[in-house]
């Protein structure tokens, strides 16, 4: 499996590491590790939007791109000022990441 690198980060934190992986779930155990995150509960969602990451989008996803890891119950609708430029480019809306799914924007 090819592996690509990631700029991840926790929610609230200027702090970003790169990880690389070959899978989602592989970046969410990496991710865990690094960040001292339980693995129960925890899933990974774009900075820029908050779109959560399914094994299909992440597979889709360009080197390099910046992803919030936020543990169980914990939210994030992106940064105020990015443009949506990775979902934009595809031709997605953006999403909420809440409560392990995500949610279109209305």
């Given at each position: 499996?090819?592996?690509k690198?990631?700029?991840?980060r926790?929610?609230?934190?200027?702090?970003?590491f790169?990880?690389?992986?070959?899978?989602?779930?592989?970046?969410?155990?990496?991710?865990?590790r690094?960040?001292?995150?339980?693995?129960?509960g925890?899933?990974l969602c774009?900075?820029?939007?908050?779109?959560?990451?399914?094994e299909?989008?992440?597979?889709?996803l360009p080197?390099?791109t910046e992803?919030?890891?936020l543990?169980?119950?914990?939210?994030?609708?992106?940064?105020?000022?990015?443009g949506?430029?990775?979902?934009r480019?595809?031709?997605?809306?953006?999403?909420?990441?809440?409560?392990?799914?995500?949610?279109a924007?209305l």
């Open positions: 499996i090819l592996q690198g990631f700029r991840l926790r929610a609230g934190s200027a702090q970003k790169g990880v690389a992986a070959g899978s989602l779930r592989g970046l969410l155990r990496k991710g865990c690094l960040l001292q995150v339980p693995l129960a925890s899933r774009l900075y820029e939007d908050g779109t959560e990451l399914s299909g989008f992440f597979r889709t080197p390099q992803l919030v890891l543990g169980a119950g914990e939210i994030w609708q992106g940064c105020e000022w990015a949506g430029g990775a979902r480019a595809l031709g997605l809306r953006p999403g909420c990441c809440h409560q392990g799914r995500a949610e924007a």
